[in-house]
């Protein structure tokens, strides 16, 4: 006994050993694949980016990418996050790249480290500190001594610290691959030759840092060697890469897409992902990153712009809170096992490729006795009909068949057998009042001084001509206000302000009344604002409110996009029939950044004593007001929602931390007593807000004979009634699914017998378990529809 348990021991330890990698991992690579200690794998990757959870969620994020069949997580690194302001540096929270990191490594998965540090990613300003851009000389992303310093100032520390803590693997760490810049290629045109020379001091400043890993840089076609350039977009089968001793990577499938306010959710179906994947890797591709995996949320005022929303669910594979977005994690994960259990033939088998014509095509790898096969149809209408080796294959429009042993379908892209979840909103359960959405609300208002014949307080600068609004905020706060007065503004009839702004949104003021305010969506941002307003004699004061909806990340020189109010700023009106305009621009003007309540910190639990909040006559359809409430944690460990409904647009707070609009992480939340904080802009009515919990509140499947249907519930909730089961031609969809005209009679019996009363169960989809069918000549299909 003794003997047998010190083996058990020793054999522990030397487990534990591996499984934390305290060894070297020798990474390198070859025409075909990454190779890790000298043998090729298949990478599969997703997305998630640290600050767009919180670190109690990363775990079971992690988590659900390894159970989906990932084993690898990238992610970029965000400059201006981390250094908000010059040589201050900011790590703590869920910017805590180190744990990501590590967290990553304990789940046993690699990490695609995308340095940038420009990074895009629908991020404020690319990931741009703004302070950047007050840097006297600079010049982003070209030949430019100032921001090749400032550059390479914050690389060194990103890879000193990784070094530090022995992260890339290498070092026995997870980092398998870093990158340098970030789609540079896509505008480097922009910047005629410095622009080649900037490409090329990035991929010397990557080798110097002799991390001993690769290095790639995306969308660059002249990517010096040895830097892999690899493809992003939605489809990257015929992309190759500059060399033939590169793998063929796809940083950058785009799972789904982000949003913009006003526009509608984007969505892109489980199916054309998955195609998409099966089509990469058909013709030859071997590391492959989902963008995003799990999109998440931009907390405070990350969100990029303009106009890009809180939310950057991005229709990822994990929605925004985390939970499984069915089917299209299902799905993508039966794809994942059937590649990675064929890593060998896929990364070592010779290929052998058959055209049919009609964008159809075969290919078979084969090694070692072994093979598999893709039968591609990117025909977009008609499905074909494929002789392959003897034996007639039906492949549907847009889809690859992939056969194992080059025989049996065994995966479709277009035949999905994963659940789909109808996601429900529950309201909060923890509240056991009778009408337990009234909160109860105080408020305050957000004062102007400077509009009203106070004292004027906070920063203030003055100027003879109009600013940028970059420039004088250093976007510390969306908001700017500007302010002059007028002894003599023209007279006549029809007297009218205009503006032209470079956006976001505007509100304007005359004599400390609200005239007006206006914004553009849909991909524009400057706008005219044309106001009739009513002037005094002698003088007259005139306030603009400039807010910034997220600033620009994406386009050569994107960094130099004004914002703001620009000008001209001029007054007109009619004398006789003559048109009279008085140009404002030029006079004294008074700036001041940011509310007042965002210098009081409103939001900041500390101070809520500090200031007098009122209970009485709450105000609704009011400009500028913040409210506040407290509230109970939503019981259980569905993810937690605010529903806003009834507002216009401002900021919120749980307990002093700004969520965005809508996502109130679990770990941001006490049990029994938390505050939430509103600012609203545009006037609104805060009765109708409320938490919910977000959870599965149905699960459909509709899957193929031969494969294995699994139905879940989430949140410790079980299965409470099956409300549709049929067996062999079912028709509809989840939701108005209706019965066959050759079904089994037995297959509600079944699964009601398996699933009822659980939280989840699998059902093996075949005549033996489900009952005969009298289906002839097609494939039998089970169709369910559970109520969680
Ligand atoms: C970054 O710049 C600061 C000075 O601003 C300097 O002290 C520091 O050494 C620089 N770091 C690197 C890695 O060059
Ligand atoms: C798809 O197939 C149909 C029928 O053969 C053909 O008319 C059509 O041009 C094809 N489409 C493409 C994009 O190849
Ligand atoms: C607005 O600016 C003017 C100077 O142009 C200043 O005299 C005035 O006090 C400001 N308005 C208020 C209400 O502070
Ligand atoms: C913005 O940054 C500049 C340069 O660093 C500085 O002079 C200015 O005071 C800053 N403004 C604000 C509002 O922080």
Redesign the pocket.
Known sequence: MMGLSNTLLAFCLVFSFLNFSVFAIDVSFDGRAMKIDGERKIILSGAIHYPRSTPEMWPSLFQKAKDGGLNAIETYVFWNSHEPQRRQYDFSGNLDLVRFIKTIQKEGLYSVLRIGPYVCAEWNYGGFPVWLHSLPGIKMRTKNDVFMNEMANFTTLIVNMMKHEKLFASQGGPIIVAQIENEYGDIMGAFGDDGKQYVNWCAKLAQSYQVGVPWIMCQQKDAPQPMINTCNGFYCDQFYPNNNNSPKIWTENWAGWFKSWGNRDPHRTAEDVSFAVARFFQYGGTFQNYYMYHGGTNFGRTSGGPYITTSYDYDAPLDEYGNLNQPKWGHLKNLHLLLRSMEKVLTYGFSRNIDYG??VTATKYSYAGKSICFLGN?????D?IINFQNTNYIVP?WSVTILSDCYKEVYNTAKVNAQTSIMVKKDNEADDEEEPYRLKWEWRDERFEHMKNGLVEGSLMSSNKLMGQKIITNDTSDYLCFNMSKSDPIWGRETKLHVKTMGHVIQAFVNGKHVGSQYALNGHYSFDFEQKIKLKLGENQLSLLSATVGLANYGANFDQIETGIHGPVQLSGRTGNVIVTQDLSSNKWIYKVGLRGEQQELYNINNFRKWKWYTNYLPTDKLFVWYKTTFKAPIGTDPVVVDLMGLGKGMAWVNGQSIGRYHVPRSFLKVDHNTLVLFEEFGGNPWNVKFQTVTVGKACGNAYEGNTLELACQGGQVISEIKFASFGEPKGACGSFKIGDCESPNALAVINKQCLGKESCSINVNELTLGPTSCKGIENRLAVEAIC
């Open positions: 009609n964008m990117a025909n977009s209408t008609n074909a429009a």
